[in-house]
């Protein structure tokens, strides 16, 4: 009787006692079942505030974020007709998307896309980051400056390269005095790609040039000191030190980018429409297409599950070939 | 000795080497070059929006204008009413921030510094989430919000914007760096949870709460495809989307027009940024680190 009051009692000063108070209660004659009454209760006291403070946040993410994607996996199995009633078709859908051309179309262009990404725009943020750590003057301003590309909104970014990439726009111009022919950048089947590249090349490598920089930055000075005395070149310094240094945010980055750069549609959309003859159609501007415009929602739900597959096995592939690279 | 400043890659010595002064000239070289490149779209934004028609299709294009026409900005704002989307998009901002800082910041204090039980499985619960792709879920979440009754209503984009482990992890680890003996000393004095929170944690995390006001705005102002598609009543629609359906994907509008409404849309955000520029470095800072 004593110790159930013992623990009511402290139990209202605050969680945090318990554990004092246990101490205390302990030796007070109680028998097993209190003892065991007086734990749960305690244990609740304890955990209460701490659940309390998490619930908002799981409610949420079990709504907004878990539902969909349970709901995202079951759809993939159904026919969805909000009219007539929705029905479970099996792999139907998953048949339609392997028996699709489009699809066929959306995953090479997706492909060359990532390809692409890398290609034009990942080593860029690595070198400029390095140049920018050398920088004796104006190492503030650069930083503001190549940051700034990324604070332009995306809508802005759509028209203002339309007028740069246009036949008779700046680029076209600067390209005429090396006497280049004029290029349809975004006209060109070929080219239409690259152009969107380029663009969205510029406007984000900003970000991942400032979190190469910190990394550049934070690498130990004494270490080139020391290979400067042992007779390394700048160059060495940089591909011994400097490089080895960055490592683990070029794996990272990379993978980062793969993800990023597989599902991109926006810029497609915007800037070519997904044209010339289907150039920049890519697998999400597809997935968007099956939904939204021939909403076909079972398909598009499974297209985006496939999606889950292909990504998670490449990421989990990429970490695991990065882990054993790491040890050997 | 005599050189204050602390070295770098080079030091004072490598720069009596001539291989190495021709390399770091070039270096600079490109760095201006880079820079040109980063200015010059701005430039011929703003620059076209003050131009006439007859100059804007001109061959070869030029960089300056050759008069101001101040009349752009009239006619450009009769294709669009700024003054409403403006309004809408603080609004939408006002709620992007609120509503998932509170839910965020619970949680990540949650996790960080109060007695949980399964402390491993919820942090699994949230992270998990960062590696499923967006593409997995965009369908459903527009089906699942229709079928909550949430479309055209700007708690489709308020509630589901708490659903970011991202930010969890960011507050969670700012949470992580402030001492437990803190709070403990704090809970010790009688101090409750609520307070703990409300008086110690929340004054000491102004920074990291402004990164996060921060991504809300970017967000807020830059989405179009996603808000586009979740309000469907057009006079509820923020910039962004206006922007998008009235001005980027006109047809018929002469580019001087165009440019001088995306001028002004584009100013806000460079204020911000200059306003805000500290803060928003050291969240990248945050984001890098956490990597």
Known sequence: MHAVMFSIQYGLYGSYYGREVSFVAMELPASAANRKDRGL???????FWGMMFLLPAIAVFCLFLWTPIAKGIVYSFMNIDFVNGSYFVGFENYREVFASRDTGIAVRNTIYYMFLGIVIGFWVPSLVAIAISELRWFQGSMRLLVYLPNIVPAVVLYTMWQYLYDPLGPINQFLSWFGM???????????????????????????????????????????????????????????????PGIRHIFVLLFIMQLIGTSQGFQTHIAMTGGGPNNATLTYMYQLTNEAFTRFDYGKASAMGVLMFVVLTTLSIGLYAYQGRSKNA | MSSPRERSIMSVFDFKKPFVLI???????????????MLYPFGTTIFTSFKTKKEVFTFPPSFFPEQLQFSNYLEGFKYVDL??????????????AIIPMIVVAFAGFSLSQMKLPFRKGFTLFFMCTLMIPSATYLIPNFLNLQSLGFIDS???????????AFNIMLLKSFFDGIHTELFEAARIDGASELRCFFQLAVPMSIPVFSTLLIFAFTYTWNDWYWTSLVITTPDKLPIAPVIYHNITQSAN???????????????????????????????????????
């Not at chain 1, 209760?41 to 955990?47: A, T």
């Open chain 2, 154 to 164: 700007y708690w489709a984009l308020w509630l589901p914007a708490g659903a970011n």
């Open chain 1, 41 to 47: 209760f305690r244990k609740f006291k304890d955990y």
């Open chain 1, 181 to 243: 022919d004029t290029i349809l950048w975004l006209a060109d089947k070929g080219m239409a790609m690259i152009a969107i590249v380029i663009s969205e090349t510029w406007q984000n490598f900003g970000t991942t040039t400032l979190i190469y920089l910190a990394a550049v930055v934070g690498i130990p000075k004494d270490q080139y000191e020391a290979a400067e005395i042992d007779g390394a070149g700048v160059l060495q310094r940089i591909r011994y030190i400097t490089i």
């Open chain 2, 253 to 291: 509008l002469a580019l001087n027009t165009k440019f001088s409404v995306l001028t002004v849309v584009m100013i806000p955000p460079l204020v911000f940024f200059l306003i805000f520029q500290k803060n928003i470095i050291h969240g990248l800072n945050l984001s890098a680190v956490k990597g």
């Open chain 2, 23 to 37: 390399g770091y000239g070039i270096m600079l070289i490109s760095l201006a070059a880079l820079a040109v490149s």
């Open chain 2, 83 to 96: 003054n409403g989307a403006f309004w809408n998009t603080l609004i939408l901002f006002a709620g992007n």
